[in-house]
């Protein structure tokens, strides 16, 4: 599983894996070195303070304890990099039923962050968990989306609840996802969503409006803001937009696969403080893992 962590993150790890470890291990780490240990710490997206935060930090560490051993650097750099992360934050899906009532997860975002294909991903997952699931596809606004969202479903085998009327509204398929899952007892329901970008005002007003009426049936028990990993500090800004317009309980980060800005994990947690809950690795069915902050920092370093 770690090598194919490490593989997909191969662009990050060439950063943190490659580039930090040889600057880390000169014999003389001077001035210079440490700035441009910090500015390939911002290359990679870490964001301003993390970045030195880990520097500060590892400067410290050098000084008192060394830098000529790899491993020994190595080590360093990997404990370092785990303590920028969280370790409280919650990571774990809400994706029991309670009663009759499934568990009912939103997933919000800008349009093309990967919002459908992470919803075919995760219904994939829980499926395997033997889990019943249905989709709802609440994004009436880009045409294709519903019928995006129907081909996953028929490919693992879930029923997808849709309009056939064009820019049917959201909050009423919604609403239908939902009671779907109610009158068949599911586990868990799925409803992808329009990623308009519009001003805070519109979106509270159009999340907030589908939240209500779905919970006119169930509680919504996540809500999934997904970033795409490539656009780095610029997601970062449209994330804040979301978190708040509507209350997000965890972060899909896609796209790690084709990014060096992989440190924006560590960047967005901190600065929204709200735990990145799964990540995308790549476009195909398979390819979505939940975040486990040892494991990520082993990948990047491995
Ligand atoms: P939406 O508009 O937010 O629903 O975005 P889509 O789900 O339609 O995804 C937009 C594009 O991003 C599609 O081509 C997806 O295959 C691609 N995509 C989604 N997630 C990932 C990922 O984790 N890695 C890569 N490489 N591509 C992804």
Same mark, same amino acid.
Do not use: C, H, Q, Y
């Given at each position: 599983?770690?090598?194919?962590?490490?593989?997909?993150?191969?662009?990050?790890?060439?950063?943190?894996?490659?580039?930090?470890? *040889?600057?880390?291990?000169? /014999?003389?780490?001077?001035?210079? +070195?440490?700035? #441009?240990?910090?500015?390939?710490?911002?290359?990679?997206?870490?964001?301003?303070?993390? *970045?030195?935060?880990?520097? /500060?930090?590892?400067?410290?560490? +050098?000084?008192? #304890?060394?830098?000529?051993d790899p491993a020994a650097v190595k080590q360093m750099l990997r404990e370092e990099l785990i303590k920028l992360i969280d370790p409280t934050l919650d990571r774990s899906l809400d994706d029991d039923r309670l009663g009759t009532d499934p568990s009912v997860m939103m997933v919000v975002g800008v349009n093309g962050v990967g919002k459908t294909t992470t919803v075919?991903?995760?219904?994939?997952?829980l499926v395997a968990e033997d889990k019943d699931v249905i989709l709802g596809a609440a994004d009436t606004f880009r045409a294709a989306a519903a019928e995006q969202l129907t081909t996953w479903g028929a490919r693992i085998g879930v029923p997808t609840v849709r309009s056939d009327v064009e820019g049917a509204d959201p909050a009423s398929v919604a609403f239908d996802a939902v009671a779907a899952g109610v009158e068949n007892e599911v586990d868990v329901v799925l409803v992808d969503t329009a990623g308009r970008l519009q001003n805070k005002a519109g979106l509270m007003d159009e999340l907030?409006?589908?939240?209500?009426?779905?919970?006119?049936?169930?509680?919504v028990r996540e809500v999934l803001l997904v970033i795409d990993a490539t656009t780095g500090q610029n997601g970062l800004s449209q994330?804040?937009?979301?978190?708040?317009?509507?209350?997000?309980?965890?972060i899909v980060l896609t796209k790690l696969d084709g990014t060096a800005k992989g440190g924006i994990v560590v960047a967005i947690q901190r600065q929204l403080g709200v735990p990145v809950k799964l990540i995308g690795l790549g476009e195909g069915a398979d390819d979505l893992a939940p975040f486990e902050t040892e494991a990520f920092v082993e990948a990047l370093l491995a």
């Open positions: 599983r770690l090598a194919r962590l490490r593989a997909r993150l191969v662009k990050t790890n060439n950063i943190f894996g490659k580039g930090l470890l *040889s600057l880390l291990s000169t /014999d003389d780490i001077d001035e210079d +070195v440490w700035d #441009e240990i910090e500015e390939t710490l911002l290359l990679a997206d870490l964001g301003t303070d993390a *970045s030195m935060e880990l520097v /500060d930090n590892l400067r410290d560490r +050098v000084t008192i #304890e060394g830098s000529k075919g991903k995760l219904a994939r997952v907030g409006k589908i939240k209500r009426v779905i919970e006119k049936k169930a509680p994330a804040k937009v979301f978190s708040e317009a509507v209350n997000v309980t965890g």
